[in-house]
């Protein structure tokens, strides 16, 4: 039973290039969440989906972040320009129920490093 | 608004010593309480929760966990630590009203010394 798939596991990119992230969430999912993992800030929201449709992206940091989910089995979270600051590791999950169980499956996450 | 306090970033304990990792919440309405571990390059994984009944939680690989409302806590625990279990835990709260839109404390790296 496959889990959440994100690609590129690693990428090094120069300061002002776009990077595109990568989701294949657990087939019949229906919750779909993008976190952003550092050292200083711990795990940060960024967005999450339902059926495909963004509910809250009040975590993207600024607007060189966007997010989309043109259907159930696939997400992409792309930054453009990229900046140093936006190295981290960042982690897709997905999740079946909402409100009862609270379980998220995490993907083993893309780490960016921008120089 | 939630929020997850775990008292110290790093713990260190002796293999077969007693782990205790501990963290506390605030919810304004009754919360449920999740504990994940995140193995050296991996995502997080679920290791125990709580929703509503005992309050003792069993989770995987011998964790446990137990609620206690009136000190705002959600330890975790274990009898004897293993090696394998040096990982980085989280404690998150999520309220029934924001579904699966979890609140993370910053985590809690625990090291295992042979």
């Known amino acids: 039973d496959a889990g959440v798939i994100q690609s590129p596991r690693h990428e090094v990119t120069e300061m002002g290039q776009e990077v595109t992230l990568r989701c294949k969430p657990i087939?019949?999912?229906?919750?779909l969440f993008w976190y952003r993992q550092t050292m200083m800030r711990g795990l940060e929201l960024l967005i999450y989906?339902?059926?495909?449709?963004?509910?809250?992206d009040s975590g993207m940091p600024e607007d060189r972040f966007s997010a989309k989910m043109p259907n159930a089995s696939f997400s992409t979270l792309k930054i453009q320009p990229s900046e140093p600051r936006d190295s981290a590791v960042y982690f897709c999950?997905?999740?079946?129920?909402?409100?009862?169980?609270?379980?998220?499956?995490f993907g083993e996450g893309s780490r960016l490093t921008v120089l | 608004a939630q929020s997850v306090t775990q008292l110290g970033s790093h713990v260190s304990v002796s293999e077969g010593a007693l782990v205790l990792l501990r963290c506390n919440y605030s919810?304004?309405?009754?919360?449920?309480l999740f504990w994940y571990v995140q193995y050296p390059n991996q995502g997080l994984q679920l290791l125990l929760k709580?929703?509503?009944?005992?309050?003792l939680v069993k989770g995987i690989n011998g964790f446990e966990a137990e609620f206690k409302k009136s000190e705002t806590s959600f330890h975790l625990t274990k009898p004897s630590a293993h090696m394998s279990d040096a990982a980085e835990y989280f404690c998150?709260?999520?309220?029934?009203?924001?579904?699966?839109?979890?609140?993370f404390g910053g985590g809690t790296r625990l090291m295992v010394k042979p």
């Open positions: 999950a997905s999740s079946l129920t909402r409100g009862i169980t609270g379980e998220l499956f």
């Open positions: 919810s304004s309405v009754p919360p449920y």
């Open positions: 087939s019949g999912h229906d919750y």
């Open positions: 998150a709260v999520s309220d029934q009203n924001a579904g699966n839109m979890l609140t």
């Open positions: 989906f339902n059926n495909n449709v963004p509910i809250d």
């Open positions: 709580y929703t509503t009944g005992a309050t």
